[in-house]
């Protein structure tokens, strides 16, 4: 059957169901295809940094995130058992002053954060359609799109716009002729929900290195905590098979942890999963109807902790570039070109770091050492660090040359 939209958002995970609330409140005439029933735990995109939550500011969306019991963390500490404990904790990363505003990190279960704006898509006035299989789109000055329904019926439009948001594997972007650019891996993130942790001692986010993993870990609400490991590729199948779980729980007492061997003791309660820590990208997200945003555009390895806030930014750039007026696809220019210096400097991050605390190499323990000593003696250091929470934009241009990589690996 035919239906009615002007832009049609093909995937409603975070940066459709962000971007198709933003239009529908704009009195964009706007519908939704997304594949699933229910939201899965994908094991990641759980951290939104402030830079991110401005952006769901802008967008007007934050709120049903934080309604939907989102925590707001406002100190980051990074352990390592190169530095005494209480110098960790004497030196915090204050996520909570980065961006005015913004009161640090928002934390939520990716099936929960995406439940809630799906519900708040819906109450703005767009169309959304779940179980939504077999989209095909014929891009051009007048695309066409069509798809199956969750009871078999043909959905068929003519909008004006059809936007992927329909993440990595993205059809509307193989069905668009938009290749991708890659940086392969140089490490494995493997990630487990687990419970139990509500230690008053405990209420900042961490990050921790030691000799051969590195750690992320974000609190989430009434104790649970997503935790992160992140192994070079020499060490991909470390989580895999039947004992996997138990290694993982094994390997998260990390000697620098004040609360290693409680961590370990940690109920798990999410699925475990291991995937590549790789960035993608393409200079140019868009075609004649078509426009890329989130992981459909290229993503960043997920070792800095950067892809809801990409998604946000992805979709404030869109409704921007869709309320200017100008000719499409020609408003994209703005967006593209923003977005692929963007993630430059975000994938220069993440290789900085896998550099420092997770590729395979015979001198990690001075890798850390020198990291540790940029931090102090270079200014452009923690320009690049910060960036990570107030906006890549943020660090002037030197933070991103090269020159702090290269440092790390003489180290």
């Known amino acids: 059957m035919g239906s009615a939209a002007e832009i049609v958002i093909v995937g409603g995970g975070i940066a459709g169901m962000a971007l198709a609330s933003a239009l529908a409140r704009d009195g964009r005439d706007v519908a939704v295809l997304e594949a699933s029933i229910e939201y899965e735990d994908k094991v990641r995109g759980e951290e939104m940094a402030p830079w991110g939550v401005a952006e769901a500011l802008e967008l007007g969306v934050q709120q049903a995130l934080v309604d939907s019991d989102a925590r707001v963390t406002a100190e980051v500490v990074h352990y390592d058992s190169l530095l005494p404990t209480e110098v960790s904790l004497a030196h915090p990363i204050p996520a909570n002053i980065v961006v005015p505003g913004v009161r640090g990190l928002l934390n939520l279960r990716h099936p929960e954060a995406c439940t809630a704006l799906a519900k708040q898509a819906i109450d703005d006035g767009a169309q959304v359609h779940r179980g939504v299989t077999d989209v ?195 408003a994209f220019r703005p967006y593209a070109a923003e977005r692929t210096e963007r993630m430059r400097r975000l994938r220069t991050g993440a290789i900085f770091m896998s550099a420092v605390a997770a590729d395979d190499c015979d001198n990690r323990t001075a890798r850390r050492a020198k990291f540790f000593e940029l931090q102090q003696a270079e200014p452009l250091t923690m320009a690049m660090l910060v960036s990570w929470f107030a906006g890549p934009e943020t660090a002037p241009p030197e933070a991103f040359d090269g020159r702090l990589l290269a440092a790390v690996l003489a180290a």
Not at 241 to 265: H, I, K, Q, T, Y
Not at 281 to 286: A, F, L, N, R, V
């Open 136 to 330: 095909t789109v014929v891009p051009g000055a007048t695309p066409t799109i069509t798809a199956q329904g969750t009871t078999g019926e043909a959905l068929e439009f003519r909008p004006r716009l059809v936007v992927g948001a329909d993440g990595r594997s993205s059809t509307v972007r193989r069905q668009s002729a938009i290749a991708l650019e890659r940086h392969d891996a140089t490490h494995m993130i493997a990630g487990v929900l687990v419970d139990g942790l509500d230690d008053p001692e405990i209420e900042h986010d961490w990050l921790a290195t030691s000799d051969d993993l590195f750690m992320a870990s974000f609190r989430q609400h009434h104790g649970q905590v997503r935790v992160y490991l992140v192994p070079g590729t020499q060490q991909k199948a470390r989580f895999a098979g039947r004992d996997g779980l138990a290694e993982f729980m094994r390997s998260v007492n990390f000697a620098c942890l004040p609360f290693g061997e409680r961590l370990a003791n940690a109920n798990p309660i999410g699925p475990l999963a291991t995937y590549a820590g790789d960035d993608t990208w393409t200079d140019k997200p868009y075609t004649d109807g078509v426009v890329l945003i989130g992981d459909a555009a290229g993503y960043n390895s997920p070792i800095i902790g950067q892809g809801l806030s990409i998604a946000m930014r992805d979709a404030r750039s869109v409704r921007d570039a869709i309320r200017s007026g100008d000719r499409l696809p020609d």
